[in-house]
């Protein structure tokens, strides 16, 4: 006996072996005979045909009430009317048909099998009114199908067609899903040869992968992929589990993982079924327009448009396409098997939701989790507390209780809640802290703006003052200042929502920040392209003391560096190893610097910075913008400004005699002289342009309101030059410069064109 946990709520035991009927069981004639019957039915498609049929059919059965067959009959073909006409009148004589055999026959699986597939089309009175009731009371139409098919698997473990639906139903089932018993009749089933059937083996697989056995899994997707006449699902299958098993890295150096190579084989097909597939993938993190591209494309066309799309997701996170690919498998496993909404139907409240994704199948947690993966902290907060809130100001008929300084309202906090939760991602460009409610049904979370907005007691607030920003200021805070942080908050929060439900994330993530600083400036030619210097220092104290070893050792360093388009295309990307010696100085604030380079066309782009030294040890810049001049172009252009403190700063030789000087920083001592130095491209020869340098000092909005206004340092020249590019140096003496910020502006105008630079500039006291 097998008793299956979905079974046990429904109340019905599933004997797999042994022979349970109390009535004779189905003879093979009589089957046989159904099956034709069924097949004569699915090729016709004249409904009158149909309707005379079942009137002669119904003449016999009112002489002849006892025959279970003429019963089956009756409703198979009540089945394929409604069909064909979509009357909703013939399910529900269907399923009394049905009904009337499982009395007549109860040993019989056909009538249980029939009675599942009519009960099947029934309305689901959990997405209705009161749909909580139904489904509680296990009357709701999965519940009443998966008993039917349950009763079919009793009176046959090995009769195919009850197997595949009883699973099928375990599949679609939101709540209480029959799934153990149902893998444990798949398995029976399948160590014949009867059950190496491609459908039921995909169905096996995929009920593996949802109780959290994906070796079995993939075992299972090999198979159907086997046995299959067309191995696309099967292999769209394989692609979603092997991420989670340890079959994700690739088999010899230089090839794809298999799970890559399967994902994209079966791209190719223009099988609906598998492309509904791919597209509920892209779903939950492609934009509306994106998901029009994808419906527009065929055979190939589809699997290279894929490999574009993952390549753009990954990018900007200095991942790979097939990492990004694998880590997205990863998070829609999670979230199908935890963030599932209920089966009751979703509402949205309109000028209430901040955020509608109209997913059937996950709440806002899991959309979040599917985009940005796991949050670097999750805050589940208890659901007994009352809900608190910023009331007015206590009166005499209406005391209030002060508790952390936050005065809470006694008589509100009754409202219904299911949970709140908050999660909040770390990320190089900036926190994302998120809110989650569920308030109109249990696992229906939903995305809400501010922490005020929580049903969440302030005790509960206090004990996680640390993990939120702003959030001890807002408990702390005064009546009148209260507001204005929550308002704050709430603005900070619609912010944070349009971002996590627009983007998504994979960042690196380090327990140890590796301190540091560093630039990208666009300077000199390579392969007809613009050289892109990467300048970046590092703490070198840091350094020895999280690797462990000697100040004069070498120690390695992975520097990752991409250039996007607006796309989020990548142009060009680094990814190598740099050998740095930490200098010999005591000094805990010394920072060792080194510098990368590599060409990139020409456009505006957004670039990634990632330095890491160990997977403990590591930082990941923000998303930084750059404009890459052309080198080759008839127009004007500029390269960026180099500047340094010669014999000081690193060196880059654009030529055997010339050295140009690179600082990771741009803070520079008074008394010292600054290198210039930039290159032009596009000139025309023996044309005058005007070059103007100047270091303009940036003060304060009280100091331009009182001062004498703005102080400049401004170089003028008027110079003609022979070919279409030149390189330009000057210096810069610091000595008399006041200490303070300043913007060092470069403008270049000739042959009717001006173009600009500016770059900032720190001049301080204290000798470098």
């Not at 019963?71 to 009148?89: K, V």
């Not at 809130?389 to 809470?408: E, G, K, Q, T, Y």
């Not at 600082?663 to 342009?689: A, C, H, I, K, W």
């Not at 303070?740 to 006291?765: C, H, S």
Request: net charge neutral; proline share 8%.
């Amino acid at each position: 006996m097998i008793t299956g946990r979905g079974l046990a709520a429904f109340g019905v035991s599933l004997a797999l072996a042994g022979n349970a009927a109390v009535a004779p069981a189905q003879t093979p004639p009589q089957r046989a005979a159904l099956q034709v019957f069924r097949d004569s039915l699915q090729l016709t498609y004249d409904t009158t045909t149909l309707h005379d049929r079942e009137a002669r059919m119904i003449v016999v059965a009112r002489a002849d009430r006892d025959d279970a067959l003429l019963h089956l009959r009756l409703g198979f073909l009540a089945l394929r009317i409604d069909d064909l006409s979509g009357n909703q009148h013939r399910v529900d004589d269907a399923e009394s048909e049905f009904q009337w055999a499982t009395e007549l026959q109860p040993g019989w699986p056909y009538p249980w099998f029939g009675l599942g597939l009519a009960l099947a089309r029934a309305p689901n009175r959990a997405s209705g009114f009161a749909g909580g009731l139904w489904t509680m009371f296990k009357v709701d139409r999965d519940s009443r199908a998966a008993q039917a098919f349950a009763h079919t698997i009793r009176a046959d473990p090995s009769f195919v067609d009850g197997v595949q639906a009883f699973v099928e139903t375990a599949l679609e089932a939101r709540l209480d899903a029959p799934v153990d018993a149902a893998l444990s009749a798949l398995r029976l089933l399948q160590r014949s040869p009867l059950g190496w059937d491609p459908t039921l083996l995909l169905d096996r697989g995929r009920l593996e992968r949802m109780v959290g056995n994906p070796d079995s899994a993939r075992l299972a997707f090999q198979r159907a992929r086997m046995v299959s006449p067309d191995p696309a699902m099967a292999d769209l299958e394989l692609a979603r589990t092997l991420p989670l098993t340890a079959d994700t890295l690739p088999t010899e150096p230089g090839q794809a993982p298999p799970f890559a190579l399967a994902y994209y084989a079966a791209a190719a097909s223009d099988d609906p079924e598998v492309v509904a597939g791919y597209r509920r993938d892209l779903q939950p993190i492609a934009s509306d327009t994106a998901l029009r591209q994808f419906d527009g494309l065929h055979g190939a066309d589809r699997a290279t448009w894929l490999r574009t799309f993952w390549t753009a997701r990954a990018a900007s996170d200095l991942r790979t396409a097939d990492a990004r690919l694998a880590e997205h498998f990863r998070r829609r496993d999670y979230a199908e098997r935890h963030f599932r909404l209920p089966p009751f139907h979703r509402v949205y409240r309109w000028g209430i939701e901040v955020y509608q994704s109209h997913d059937p199948e996950l709440d806002d947690r899991g959309i979040v989790w599917i985009r940005h993966g796991v949050p670097t902290t999750r805050i589940v907060w208890p659901v007994s507390q009352p809900r608190q809130f910023a009331p007015p100001p206590p009166s005499i008929f209406r005391p209030a209780v002060r508790v952390a300084s936050l005065i809470i309202d006694p008589t509100v906090g009754d409202e219904p809640s299911f949970g709140n939760e908050t999660w909040r991602y770390r990320q190089p460009d900036g926190d994302l802290v998120l809110h989650f409610a569920a308030d109109e049904q249990p696992d229906d979370y939903r995305l809400i703006e501010g922490v005020m907005q929580l049903n969440v007691g302030v005790d509960a607030l206090a004990e996680h003052e640390r993990d939120l920003p702003g959030l001890a200021e807002l408990l702390n805070s005064g009546p009148v200042t209260r507001g204005i942080l929550a308002e704050r908050d709430r603005v900070a929060g619609k912010r944070n929502i349009s971002l996590a439900t627009t983007t998504t994330s994979w960042p690196r993530r380090y327990p140890v920040t590796l301190g540091g600083r560093a630039e990208w400036l666009a300077a000199g030619r390579r392969d007809s392209m613009a050289l892109v210097h990467i300048v970046y220092a590092i703490d070198a104290a840091m350094l020895r003391r999280v690797a462990g070893v000697r100040s004069s050792d070498a120690i390695p360093v992975t520097l990752r560096a991409v250039f996007v388009d607006r796309s989020g295309r990548p142009v060009a990307s680094l990814d190598t190893v740099e050998v740095l010696h930490t200098p010999p100085a005591p000094a805990p604030s010394s920072l060792v610097a080194s510098r990368a380079e590599l060409p990139v066309p020409p456009g505006a782009y957004r670039m990634r910075l990632n330095i890491e030294a160990s997977r403990q040890v590591g930082v990941v810049f923000p998303l930084d913008s750059l404009d890459v001049p052309a080198v080759r172009d008839t127009s004007l252009g500029v390269s960026s400004v180099l500047l340094g403190i010669p014999g000081r700063v690193l060196p880059w030789i654009d030529a055997p005699g010339d050295t140009a000087w690179l600082s990771p920083d741009n803070v520079y001592p008074r008394g010292e002289t600054m290198s210039v130095f930039f290159q032009l491209y596009g000139l025309r020869p023996r044309t005058p342009y005007t070059v103007r340098l100047g270091l303009l000092r940036q003060r304060s909005f009280l100091s331009r309101l009182f001062g004498s206004g703005t102080e400049s340092v401004v170089l003028r020249e008027e110079l003609q030059f022979p070919g279409s590019t030149a390189d330009i140096r000057r210096a810069i003496a610091l000595q008399g410069v006041p200490a303070g910020r300043y913007q060092l502006e470069l403008t270049v105008e000739g042959n009717g064109t001006r173009v600009e630079r500016r770059r900032g500039v720190v001049v301080e006291n204290s000798p470098k």
